[in-house]
């Protein structure tokens, strides 16, 4: 059994998301598992799971062998992915911690560190 890197909370019927690299805009391919300039679409979807009725929330577990680095965590809900769909929200996802965060709320520094400081 693979193990959850986190928990999303939302009301979402069909979410899937796309991880972007920040440092060059390289998009995670799920079927080379390679970081790849502009694969397609369908390639870089990673639907979530079944939402955990327990925890009401959708586990999710990140692909294995993503490189380390800082990304762009975006969120969508279809049903058949498009590339015409809207992110509905994005986070900041800092590996190889699994460290997910608001960059908006907790400013992250150049080396993806969150600052517990103000500048």
Known sequence: MSQNAFILYGDYLYPYFRL???ADG???NKTTKVLAAAPA?????????S???AVKGWPVVLPDG???GVYDFQL???????ESDEII???????????????TEFPVDVC???RITAL
């Open 20 to 22: 972007v690299l920040v």
């Open 26 to 28: 390289r998009i995670w």
């Open 41 to 49: 679409y369908g390639d870089s979807v990673i639907s979530l799971a």
């Open 51 to 53: 939402q955990n009725t």
């Open 66 to 68: 993503l490189p380390n």
């Open 76 to 82: 969508y809900d279809a049903q058949v992915p498009s």
């Open 89 to 103: 929200t994005g986070w900041r996802l800092v590996m190889p911690y699994n460290l997910l965060v608001n960059p």
């Open 112 to 114: 993806g560190r969150v």
